[in-house]
């Protein structure tokens, strides 16, 4: 490719993925799949390594990140971060009203309410529309450049369009992990056998600084703003700051709302205090600003914060109670999590028994004495959680917790890996939990989906002494199943139904399903991908392990080391007789001709005697190109049924041949 059609392609992928990240993000619509998003961001990035005189400094590249940083640029701040100051109680709250009515000399104001979100501030800058650094709170008066970091949050605009915008200005707001990402961010960590995080705020906060910014792409964090800063905004309240930030595409919550007086605030804070728990993201508490911009700079700052705003907190629901006891649970991979069990207590409408403790640390942090009443809270995380001792009531005979040196299923001797926080129990090939732990992991869905097995049958076909390894349940028979509890000729065909059919089951899904440390489903998939057939991957060496998409050192050694055992290749190999698929059906489409070169496609809508995805092999086999969006570039509009209409205006405005199914078909005939 010349360098001349290199920047023409190269503006028209950017043109694209800020065509789709716009709507997307600004108008909630989705046109592509998230694959599809991904490979025109791949196509940009291939294309600005081979020509990098040619990517722009708003590239939307950055979006995957790529860079490492060894250490941030330390920055001052222009203005310094200050923090807020907090209050529990309506009386404060109050309070503070009256020192603004005075500190305005009985003016009239007003106040504009918004939630308190629970996440880290980030200072960012623009210089000429572009974002130019993303500084870090730090101790409020230099913090971190963390811009490559920052760069990777899809919902920031890296260049701001629109007319009037100043040279230079601040905008300030809340980096947080969504509730829903933060719960698949577990989840997924639970599946490959990694220590979960406790909270979405810390892990946030963990992610904004990491060195490494394609890992921090892939957690996709979020921000929401709230403060605009400079001398040349041209605003007279936050209100307005707040609708022209809005408008220069920058997200806002919706959730914000101008209060004539402080009992409008209050009602304001009663209102949240329950709905937001529907929100997407942890809040803990109501931000109350004095509306005009003069009056702020009026009543101005203390040392530490403004006088101008307040923060109210709402109150964690806590509550005293006794610990009876602590039980250790062990998972599939052998961790061990302490537990708490609890004298029974209502707590924010529920029944509390029991709370996680995490680990030794925490029992250790908390000097926890069976017997002692305890305070326990439901703040920002669903399962409840121990906060603190009581101390004047503990008693003179208490003696502190001891954390078990051995395994309470299988009695072997615990471990403790340095610089790991968890116990683990050796025995993974005896201890019972881990043994169940990894045929339920084997039969989940998103492994090879055996509905009709359970956590309770598996228990079952285990003290049975039928079933000790996924392969075992291919030589069950009707007379096993038979002998399990309420099991009659239909319960026990469905098993085998399921056991049977799960043998189609793709191979990235057995990949997962064996359960090897750390490799979680995306992993599972790409190394299917990768390698092809399990024999491919088995004597890959460490260094070819390296080589594949997604692959880090540790996931190459857990991989390597697994294939080496003894046990592992007896397994395999018994899956493999068994019928299972240890070969990717992924293929790419053969080329059988080239009467589609140069050309490119767009598929829309759905067709008679094609899926889409068919579509799209028999143009790639006849040399065509896809493309994801209609562009004055484009070849040919392959139109279906139920197309938009606005992307056949779009195609015919800009001259692009819109064909249908049949003249498609004849094109390649
Ligand atoms: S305004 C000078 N608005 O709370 C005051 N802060 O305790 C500037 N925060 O450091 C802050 N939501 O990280 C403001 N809607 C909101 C907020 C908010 C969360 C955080 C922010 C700040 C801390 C202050």
Same mark, same amino acid.
């Given at each position: 490719?010349?360098?001349?059609?290199?920047?023409?392609?190269?503006?028209? !992928?950017?043109?694209?993925?800020?065509?789709?990240?716009?709507?997307?993000?600004?108008?909630?619509?989705?046109?592509?799949?998230?694959?599809?998003?991904?490979? !025109?961001?791949?196509?940009?990035?291939?294309?600005?390594?081979?020509?990098?005189?040619?990517?722009?400094?708003?590239?939307?590249?950055?979006?995957?990140?790529?860079?490492?940083?060894?250490?941030?640029?330390?920055?001052?701040?222009?203005?310094?971060?200050?923090?807020?100051?907090?209050?529990?109680?309506?009386?404060?709250?109050?309070?503070?009203?009256?020192?603004?009515?005075?500190?305005?000399?009985?003016?009239?104001?007003?106040?504009?309410?918004? !939630?308190?979100?629970?996440?880290?501030?980030?200072?960012?800058?623009?210089?000429?529309?572009?974002?130019?650094?993303?500084?870090?709170?730090?101790?409020?008066?230099?913090?971190?450049?963390?811009?490559?970091?920052?760069?990777?949050?899809?919902?920031?605009?890296?260049?701001?369009?629109?007319?009037?915008?100043?040279?230079?200005?601040?905008?300030?707001?809340?980096?947080?992990?969504?509730?829903?990402?933060?719960?698949?961010?577990?989840?997924?960590?639970?599946?490959?056998?990694?220590?979960?995080?406790?909270?979405?705020?810390?892990?946030?906060?963990?992610?904004?600084?990491?060195?490494?910014?394609?890992?921090?792409?892939?957690?996709? !964090?979020?921000?929401?703003?709230?403060?605009?800063?400079?001398?040349?905004?041209?605003?007279?309240?936050?209100?307005?700051?707040?609708?022209?930030?809005?408008?220069?595409?920058?997200?806002?919550?919706?959730?914000?709302?101008?209060?004539?007086?402080?009992?409008?605030?209050?009602?304001?804070?009663?209102?949240?205090?329950?709905?937001?728990?529907?929100?997407?993201?942890?809040?803990?508490?109501?931000?109350?600003?004095?509306?005009?911009?003069?009056?702020?700079?009026?009543?101005?700052?203390?040392?530490?914060?403004?006088?101008?705003?307040?923060?109210?907190?709402?109150?964690?629901?806590?509550?005293?109670?006794?610990?009876?006891?602590?039980?250790?649970?062990?998972?599939?991979?052998?961790?061990?999590?302490?537990?708490?069990?609890?004298?029974?207590?209502?707590?924010?409408?529920?029944?509390?028994?029991?709370?996680?403790?995490?680990?030794?640390?925490?029992?250790?942090?908390?000097?926890?004495?069976?017997?002692?009443?305890?305070?326990?809270?439901?703040?920002?995380?669903?399962?409840?959680?121990?906060?603190?001792?009581?101390?004047?009531?503990?008693?003179?005979?208490?003696?502190?917790?001891?954390?078990?040196?051995?395994?309470?299923?299988?009695?072997?001797?615990?471990?403790?890996?340095?610089?790991?926080?968890?116990?683990?129990?050796?025995?993974?090939?005896?201890?019972?939990?881990?043994?169940?732990?990894?045929?339920?992991?084997?039969?989940?869905?998103?492994?090879?989906?055996?509905?009709?097995?359970?956590?309770?049958?598996?228990?079952?076909?285990?003290?049975?002494?039928?079933?000790?390894?996924?392969?075992?349940?291919?030589?069950?028979?009707?007379?096993?199943?038979?002998?399990?509890?309420?099991?009659?000729?239909?319960?026990?065909?469905?098993?085998?139904?399921?056991?049977?059919?799960?043998?189609?089951?793709?191979?990235?899904?057995?990949?997962?399903?064996?359960?090897?440390?750390?490799?979680?489903?995306?992993?599972?998939?790409?190394?299917?991908?990768?390698?092809?057939?399990?024999?491919?991957?088995?004597?890959?060496?460490?260094?070819?392990?390296?080589?594949?998409?997604?692959?880090?050192?540790?996931?190459?050694?857990?991989?390597?080391?697994?294939?080496?055992?003894?046990?592992?290749?007896?397994?395999?190999?018994?899956?493999?007789?068994?019928?299972?698929?240890?070969?990717?059906?992924?293929?790419?489409?053969?080329?059988?001709?080239?009467?589609?070169?140069?050309?490119?496609?767009?598929?829309?809508?759905?067709?008679?005697?094609?899926?889409?995805?068919?579509?799209?092999?028999?143009?790639?086999?006849?040399?065509?190109?896809?493309?994801?969006?209609?562009?004055?570039?484009?070849?040919?509009?392959?139109?279906?049924?139920?197309?938009?209409?606005?992307?056949?205006?779009?195609?015919?405005?800009?001259?692009?041949?819109?064909?249908?199914?049949?003249?498609?078909?004849?094109?390649?005939?």
């Amino acid at each position: 490719m010349s360098p001349s059609e290199a920047k023409k392609k190269i503006q028209e !992928l950017t043109d694209q993925v800020n065509y789709h990240n716009d709507l997307y993000y600004q108008k909630n619509k989705t046109e592509i799949s998230d694959f599809e998003f991904d490979q !025109l961001l791949k196509d940009l990035e291939q294309l600005e390594k081979e020509f990098p005189e040619l990517k722009q400094p708003d590239s939307p590249t950055q979006r995957v990140g790529g860079t490492i940083t060894k250490e941030f640029a330390s920055v001052v701040h222009e203005y310094p971060m200050l923090s807020l100051g907090n209050t529990y109680s309506p009386q404060e709250l109050e309070d503070f009203d009256g020192r603004v009515a005075k500190g305005l000399d009985g003016d009239a104001y007003e106040y504009f309410c918004e !939630l308190k979100f629970d996440g880290v501030s980030i200072s960012l800058i623009y210089e000429n529309g572009l974002l130019t650094r993303g500084i870090t709170r730090g101790d409020g008066v230099r913090g971190d450049d963390v811009i490559a970091n920052v760069k990777t949050i899809r919902s920031l605009p890296l260049k701001i369009k629109g007319k009037n915008i100043p040279a230079k200005f601040e905008v300030r707001g809340e980096v947080f992990l969504p509730k829903k990402v933060f719960k698949q961010l577990n989840k997924e960590r639970e599946d490959i056998g990694e220590e979960t995080y406790a909270n979405a705020r810390n892990t946030a906060s963990g992610t904004l600084k990491m060195q490494d910014s394609s890992e921090v792409a892939r957690r996709k !964090l979020d921000c929401f703003l709230y403060y605009l800063l400079g001398e040349e905004n041209n605003v007279q309240t936050h209100d307005e700051a707040i609708h022209k930030i809005e408008s220069w595409g920058f997200q806002v919550s919706p959730t914000y709302k101008k209060c004539k007086n402080i009992r409008e605030v209050l009602e304001y804070i009663a209102h949240w205090e329950k709905k937001r728990a529907d929100l997407p993201l942890e809040t803990d508490g109501v931000v109350i600003k004095v509306n005009s911009l003069d009056q702020q700079e009026r009543l101005g700052f203390t040392a530490k914060s403004p006088r101008w705003a307040i923060a109210y907190k709402y109150k964690a629901e806590s509550i005293s109670t006794r610990l009876n006891g602590i039980t250790y649970q062990v998972g599939r991979t052998g961790a061990v999590t302490p537990v708490a069990e609890l004298e029974p207590v209502l707590l924010a409408g529920t029944t509390v028994k029991r709370a996680s403790l995490h680990n030794a640390n925490e029992i250790a942090r908390l000097d926890l004495h069976i017997g002692d009443y305890v305070f326990v809270e439901k703040g920002g995380e669903i399962i409840p959680k121990i906060t603190s001792v009581d101390l004047n009531r503990r008693s003179g005979h208490t003696k502190a917790v001891e954390y078990i040196a051995e395994c309470p299923e299988c009695g072997t001797a615990l471990v403790r890996k340095e610089g790991e926080a968890n116990h683990y129990c050796p025995n993974e090939k005896g201890c019972p939990p881990q043994i169940k732990g990894k045929i339920e992991h084997f039969i989940q869905r998103k492994a090879m989906d055996i509905d009709s097995l359970g956590e309770k049958t598996i228990g079952q076909l285990y003290d049975l002494n039928l079933v000790k390894t996924p392969a075992d349940l291919y030589d069950l028979k009707k007379e096993d199943l038979l002998r399990l509890e309420g099991f009659k000729d239909l319960s026990s065909k469905n098993v085998l139904d399921g056991i049977e059919a799960s043998k189609a089951a793709p191979f990235e899904a057995v990949l997962f399903g064996i359960g090897i440390r750390f490799v979680g489903k995306t992993v599972a998939e790409k190394l299917a991908r990768y390698f092809k057939t399990i024999d491919n991957l088995a004597s890959a060496s460490y260094e070819q392990l390296l080589e594949a998409p997604e692959v880090g050192e540790k996931i190459a050694q857990s991989v390597f080391d697994f294939f080496r055992e003894k046990e592992s290749q007896k397994e395999i190999e018994r899956l493999k007789a068994a019928g299972l698929q240890f070969e990717s059906s992924f293929k790419e489409p053969e080329k059988v001709s080239s009467s589609l070169a140069g050309k490119s496609f767009v598929i829309s809508g759905t067709f008679q005697r094609y899926e889409r995805d068919q579509l799209k092999d028999l143009i790639i086999a006849h040399g065509g190109k896809v493309l994801s969006s209609v562009s004055g570039k484009l070849d040919y509009l392959v139109a279906g049924d139920n197309m938009g209409p606005a992307k056949r205006e779009k195609a015919e405005k800009l001259g692009v041949k819109i064909i249908s199914e049949e003249e498609f078909e004849r094109m390649i005939a």
